[in-house]
């Protein structure tokens, strides 16, 4: 059974930084893409961020030059370096892979919230 699990949630304040990671278990291949998306209250779950296997990167207009997602294949881990944190990137972050050829997993979300 696939799990992703996140962690490195927390409050932060305006400007601050935080790192999460997500990592993947019961798993025998490579995910093609892994990356991140959040949901604030009151909207709908957007992407932030992903990445290939073979390490091409997209990013929600709102994050770039800000936010940094990366993966680790051997260890089935995606991460996300968020910097510049404002109080519009509260929201839940979800993990989120695709294996072959085309089911999606997710993982149960970590909150960050940016405040004073």
């Known amino acids: 059974q696939v799990q992703l699990v996140e962690s490195g949630g927390g409050l932060v304040q305006p400007g601050g930084s935080l790192r999460l990671s997500c990592a993947a278990s019961g798993i025998i291949f490579r995910f093609n893409v892994m990356g991140w998306y959040r949901q604030a209250p009151g909207k709908q779950r957007e992407l932030v961020a992903t990445v290939s296997s073979s390490g091409w990167t997209n990013y929600a207009d709102s994050v770039k030059g800000r936010f940094i997602v990366s993966r680790d294949n051997a260890k089935s881990t995606v991460y996300l370096q968020m910097n510049s944190l404002e109080p519009e990137d509260t929201a839940v972050y979800y993990c989120?892979?695709?294996?072959?050829?085309?089911?999606?997993?997710w993982g149960k979300g970590t909150l960050v919230t940016v405040s004073s």
């Open positions: 989120y892979a695709a294996a072959p050829p085309s089911t999606d997993y």
